[in-house]
């Protein structure tokens, strides 16, 4: 049985929803637990094909990935932590692994065009019964624009109570570079990006810590 469950979530495609899924993937098969990502996005099977490149790279340690269709059955998966990588435009699959997850992170862009339909899709995850509190934001594929970050983070902020991560992810090639040979974005070969993601990591490790504790 599954002892965690992290569902990386969205209305929209492009947004790094699987960006999220590796790095919480990786961040804890760093820590010893054993990991499985189920790929919900069965078309393209985008973690399916990084955890492919993974292990033809020999990089550890080890992250086993898979197709998925059934929310329901991620529970019984005899791994630590599961990490759902949702499927874009499928309201009842994310309603389902949503109800599954301990938390359930939405990357968004910086424009209105991501910020707008994914504060949408969560807004609608709570009138449906996902706990508010349960609903993380993170801002990814960043600007160096402080301004462009503070008044995306405020557009979610403002009137809605969201969590919304402190640390965001820029629109790096190094990310990108890592993450074309099968490793997250905390493994590129630039330290003060690992350090982003590794900070980003243990913002949400964190919240899955809280969340946990507050259901003991």
């Known amino acids: 049985m599954a002892d965690l469950i992290i569902g990386c979530l969205s209305q929209k495609g492009g947004v790094g929803k699987s960006t999220i899924a590796r790095l919480m993937a990786r961040t804890y098969a760093a820590a010893g637990w054993s990991v499985k990502i189920c790929d919900f996005n069965t078309r393209q099977k985008t973690s399916v094909d990084w955890c492919a490149m993974r292990a033809a790279q020999g990089v ?27 499927r874009p435009d499928s309201d009842q699959s994310s309603l ?60 979610i902020l403002q009137g809605s109570l969201y969590l919304v991560a402190e640390q965001d992810l820029s629109a790096k090639t190094g990310y990108a570079m890592a993450q074309n040979t099968g490793r997250a974005p905390s493994e590129s070969k630039y330290p003060s990006l690992n350090d982003k993601a590794d900070t980003l990591a243990a913002e949400i490790v964190d919240r899955v810590n809280r969340l946990t504790e507050n259901r003991l």
Do not use: W
Request: net charge negative; proline share 7%.
């Open 60 to 86: 550890e340690p080890i992250i086993v990935a898979e197709p998925y269709n059934s929310p329901s059955s991620m529970k019984r998966e005899p791994f630590d932590c599961v990490v759902a990588d949702g």
């Open 96 to 155: 389902e692994i949503a109800r599954a997850a301990t938390l359930v992170v939405v990357p968004t862009g910086l424009t209105l065009d991501d910020l707008k339909p994914q504060l949408l899709f969560a807004n609608e995850l709570v009138a449906k019964g996902i706990a508010r509190e349960r609903i993380m934001f993170v801002l990814n594929k960043t600007t160096d624009s402080d301004l462009a970050v503070s008044e995306a983070r405020q557009y």
